[in-house]
């Protein structure tokens, strides 16, 4: 990256942040336990191991509804999460004491253990693949092909649903005998996969016109739509 021009390594980075902005979302389990924090009338605050600066990150979580009364980054502090520098820092920066405050995060190392270390409380919140992993069929339906971006998207959709879902994850079976769960993670992944395939050929054979034939063709015209709005096809 640093071997780029100046100018190209400009556009990249800013074409990352633009992309950052546009894809970032709440977790829902995290939007509750701020919401909570909120109406106890408690000071919230939020600390990123991140090279973005504070006012990129202020810009992004208010984006989503969040308003912190601080917000702190390592890119300002020079200090990291990860080596656990950075929580005396906060304390004395807020005037308390480290036994005042919980910290709440989903890194095991740096959320959790490092600032156990410098004396302050705190709740993990697990990554959401970490959740879906704990199941043992999607592990081994999912990781072989995690690094591959349509794989994913499903993961991202999977994680997301469970986390919305207000319930406690099942880890001993696929769907939990949820009819919801089987559409969305069952057939919902199985069409997104097999729509993205479809679409993928017709780019390489050139064909610009597709047929979808009722009634079983009916629901994969309307995920087409959803999934490639601009697609020439007819």
Not at 194 to 207: A, G, P, R
Request: charge should be positive; glycine fraction near 6%; proline fraction near 3%.
């Amino acid at each position: 990256f640093h071997e780029l021009p100046l100018k190209i390594r400009g556009a990249v980075k800013f074409l990352e942040i633009e992309t950052e902005f546009k894809l970032c979302f709440p977790r829902k389990s995290g939007e509750v336990l701020y919401n909570l924090a909120r109406n106890h009338g408690f000071k919230i605050i939020a600390i990123s191991d991140t090279y973005l600066d504070s006012a990129f990150v202020k810009k992004l979580l208010e984006k989503n509804g969040f308003i912190f009364h601080e917000i702190f980054c390592s890119s300002a502090l020079l200090k990291r999460k990860k080596t656990g520098n950075i929580y005396p820092e906060i304390i004395k920066k807020l005037g308390a004491e480290a036994y005042e405050v919980l910290h709440i995060g989903d890194n095991e190392i740096s959320d959790i253990e490092k600032a156990n270390e410098k004396g302050i409380k705190t709740f993990h919140l697990p990554i959401l693949k970490d959740v879906l992993y704990s199941n043992p069929y999607y592990k081994n339906l999912f990781k072989r092909k995690e690094n591959s971006l349509l794989t994913s998207a499903v993961i991202g959709a999977t994680c997301e649903m469970i986390d919305a879902s207000n319930k406690e994850f099942c880890t001993e079976s696929l769907f939990n005998g949820s009819l919801h769960n089987l559409g969305f993670i069952g057939f919902g992944g199985i069409m997104f996969a097999f729509t993205d395939w479809v679409h993928q050929h017709c780019i390489k054979k050139n064909v610009n016109t597709l047929f979808f034939i009722a009634r079983d063709g009916y629901i994969m015209e309307k995920i087409m739509k959803i999934m490639f709005p601009q697609a020439p096809f007819e």
